[in-house]
């Protein structure tokens, strides 16, 4: 294609008012009279410093798990006689049953990832369409720090009831607040100084498309890799403040104190989650997302969106292949990070301190790990799919490893050595998968989306 015939493509397309379909800028759409800059870019990166998992992802399920154990009774005596020990089965009468505390929290992890799963999809469309994506993450972050601060009232065994609704609470706020905050990346790509120009490019005939779009992917791809990178630089500061925090309470020398220790860090995480999100929440600007289509409303988009996905899909072989995998992968991954999580907190007694510890060993081995891939990439040039393939083995091997444990306990994350291996091995091998499937989600599923509002990206 010439770069006559693309140029007046483009121009048309621009006239007509489609270049939103092509996720380009489009020159006569007033979302371009926003430009990103670098105090706005480094406000989007510090929230995530915030927006860390530490109160809603770590430390709320290791409390709610505490206080689970502590309030639970050994089943082998009769109901609230004889406390759970190490050695002891431990359960709890939970929704018309008595389960084993652990079960207790996979089933309350359940409801929590069904719950989220609904909410998403009603009002997970609005991070693109209308303006309220700014507003529906403020909310859902005052709603994470409110629940982060209200764990310090539940610090007794006896309010393990309360922690149910906080655990789900935190983990949905956290997961809201992260999906909403993430969209908010491709406008701050696309509004970059140098994206502008080089569209701007595109235009005049100076440059081809395909030149314009690799340079844009580079660009998203690069802001999430620095807020990535930014967040795991701040979450080593803020842990090892709570190691100091840990040892000014004194959180070793009792269960008391170690359970005031769990709240107490949560809080914190939860304020300095709200430090963090508020320059995000001023500096931010209000770049509006796409019109509605006709017939649709804010309530239905969702459903239609969903609806039309899985109907392309099924036309892209290659996408729906991909979309399986992903799907099945990230269940398998999920599950077993889950369940690891659940044996590492009774592994470690609920210790604070060791699990903070932990956290430390499993975020700076991943930012090796990070570096390391990436040189290896760099240096052989492995593809995308490759490096995914290999990351998936690592992947099987953990879930593998728990698997055997079922039928000894000589090893199956049933020791202190094989949590701390684990960390290591989740953080070197495991966390690069987000990076790379970053980039293989960007090619595939953002083909995708084009698809689906624009045949001209595959014009090609």
């Not at 939103?20 to 489009?26: E, V």
């Not at 340079?215 to 080593?236: D, P």
């Not at 998936?392 to 055997?404: A, C, M, P, Y």
Request: proline fraction near 3%.
């Amino acid at each position: 294609m010439s770069k006559l015939t693309e140029k007046t493509e483009i121009q048309e397309a621009v006239a007509q008012n489609d270049a939103t379909d092509l996720d380009l800028p489009n020159l006569e759409d007033k979302s371009t009279i926003w430009t990103t800059t670098r105090l706005e870019l480094w406000a989007f990166y510090v929230f995530y410093i915030g927006n860390n998992g530490l109160s809603g992802f770590n430390f709320g399920p290791s409390q709610f798990q505490n206080l689970l154990f502590l309030a639970g009774y050994d089943p082998s005596q009769p109901p609230f006689t004889a406390p759970c020990g190490a050695d002891t089965d431990c359960v709890l009468p939970y929704l018309g049953r008595i389960r084993d505390v652990n079960s207790i929290v996979l089933l309350t992890n359940g409801m929590s990832f069904a719950l989220q799963a609904f909410v998403l999809l009603t009002i997970g469309a609005w991070a693109d369409y209308g303006r309220w994506r700014p507003n529906i993450t403020i909310v859902f972050t005052i709603v994470a720090v409110a629940v982060s601060f209200a764990w310090l009232g539940v610090k007794d065994p006896s309010k393990w009831q309360a922690g149910v609704a906080l655990y789900i609470l935190g983990l949905i706020a956290y997961q809201c607040a992260l999906t909403f905050w993430t969209a908010a990346f491709p406008g701050l790509a696309r509004d970059l100084p140098e994206i502008k120009q080089s569209f701007a490019d595109v235009v005049d005939g100076k440059k081809l498309l395909e030149d314009h779009e690799q340079m844009e992917s580079l660009e998203r791809n690069r802001i999430s890799n620095v807020s990535f990178a930014v967040c795991s630089a701040g979450e080593i500061i803020i842990l090892a403040i709570m190691v100091g925090i840990l040892k000014g309470v004194k959180s070793d020398e009792s269960v008391e104190n170690n359970t005031k220790a769990f709240s107490i860090l949560i809080a914190f995480s939860g304020g300095v989650w709200l430090l963090c999100a508020l320059p995000w929440f001023f500096l931010e600007k209000r770049r509006p997302g796409l019109s509605l289509p006709p017939g649709m409303s804010l309530l239905t988009i969702g459903f239609k969106q969903t609806y039309v996905a899985f109907r392309e899909c099924v036309r892209l072989k290659q996408t729906f292949l991909y979309l399986i995998f992903y799907f099945l992968m990230g269940d398998v991954l999920n599950t077993t990070v889950t369940v690891v999580g659940t044996l590492q907190n009774s592994v470690v007694s609920y210790s604070t301190l060791q699990l903070t510890l932990l956290l430390i060993v499993g975020i700076v081995t991943q930012g090796l790990g990070i570096y390391l891939f990436w040189l290896v990439q760099k240096r052989f040039q492995i593809s995308t799919k490759a490096m995914l393939c290999f990351n998936v083995f690592w992947i099987l091997i953990l879930t593998i490893w728990g698997l055997i444990g079922v039928h000894t306990d000589k090893f199956g994350f049933k020791h202190v050595w094989e949590i701390w291996l684990y960390q290591a091995f989740y953080g070197l091998m495991v966390l690069v998968l987000c990076f790379v499937l970053g980039g293989w989600q960007d090619v595939c599923l953002h083909r995708t989306t084009c698809f689906v509002g624009n045949h001209h990206c595959f014009r090609k």
